[in-house]
């Protein structure tokens, strides 16, 4: 069982920045593909970033494409979000999500691949 904690979410104005963290509680962290995800209300959990177990490899949403960046520490079992130019479309609660991938290079995107979820942490971007 993994389980999954996020915060850095909060209030901020059009084109501001957050940064997000996920701290897991795996030691095999490192064996772990990493994903975030987010959900505005009406509407269904989307795929923003994605990164590899070996943390070479990375994915994102063309709709954060050059604005996010997502890293992480396997030594800390952490998982960064850093979000730049933000927009009021970005608006949506964030939730980040863990897959056991020992194949260090893969990054899984698609929401019903990941097994665990953390309860998500809440970003709103005013206009």
């Known amino acids: 069982q993994v389980q999954l904690v996020e915060s850095g979410g909060g209030l901020v104005q059009a084109g501001g920045s957050l940064r997000l963290s996920c701290a897991a509680s795996?030691?095999?962290?490192?064996?772990?593909?990493m994903g975030w995800f987010r959900q505005a209300p009406g509407k269904e959990r989307e795929f923003v970033a994605g990164i590899g177990a070996n943390g070479g490899d990375t994915a994102y949403a063309d709709s954060v494409k050059g604005r996010f960046t997502v890293s992480r520490d396997n030594a800390k079992y952490t998982v960064y979000l850093q979000m730049n130019s933000l927009k009021p479309e970005d608006t949506a609660n964030y939730y980040c999500?863990?897959?056991?991938?020992?194949?260090?290079?893969?990054?899984?995107?698609?929401?019903?691949?990941?097994?665990?979820w953390g309860r998500g942490t809440q970003v709103t971007v005013s206009s």
């Open positions: 999500a863990a897959r056991f991938t020992p194949e260090s290079t893969v990054v899984v995107v698609q929401t019903y691949d990941y097994r665990y």
């Open positions: 795996a030691r095999s962290f490192s064996l772990y593909a």
